[in-house]
């Protein structure tokens, strides 16, 4: 019998390489959140400008997205199934 999601595209390498991009993407946004102050006449430029928020979250932001990018692209490996041996037999008995 076939398995179902065999005509899919993705398979669970690609779902998994999806999710790890989505956690980086996650990760990034949360990096990028916050800095602000409690009392709105207070100015804090080192927690608004901090290195996290301004280099690292959007380096994880780019880096995520191009993860999912290639879960989305990667093509799953070929794997001989035991239909294909079943199809080439079945061809050579209605041949005889």
Do not use: C
Not at 22 to 41: F, K, R
Not at 85 to 95: E, H, I, L, Y
């Amino acid at each position: 019998m076939k398995n179902p999601i065999d005509h899919f595209g993705f398979h669970s390498s690609n779902y998994r390489l999806l999710f790890i991009g989505l956690a980086i993407n996650v990760l990034g946004y949360i990096l990028m959140i916050g800095g602000g102050a409690d009392n709105p006449s207070e100015f804090d430029a080192d927690s608004l400008f901090s290195h996290v928020r301004i280099t690292l979250a959007p380096m994880l932001i780019v880096i995520g997205y191009a993860i999912m990018i290639y879960a989305i692209m990667k093509k799953p490996k070929k794997v001989e199934n035991e239909e294909t041996f079943d199809d080439s037999s079945q061809k050579k008995s209605t041949k005889k």
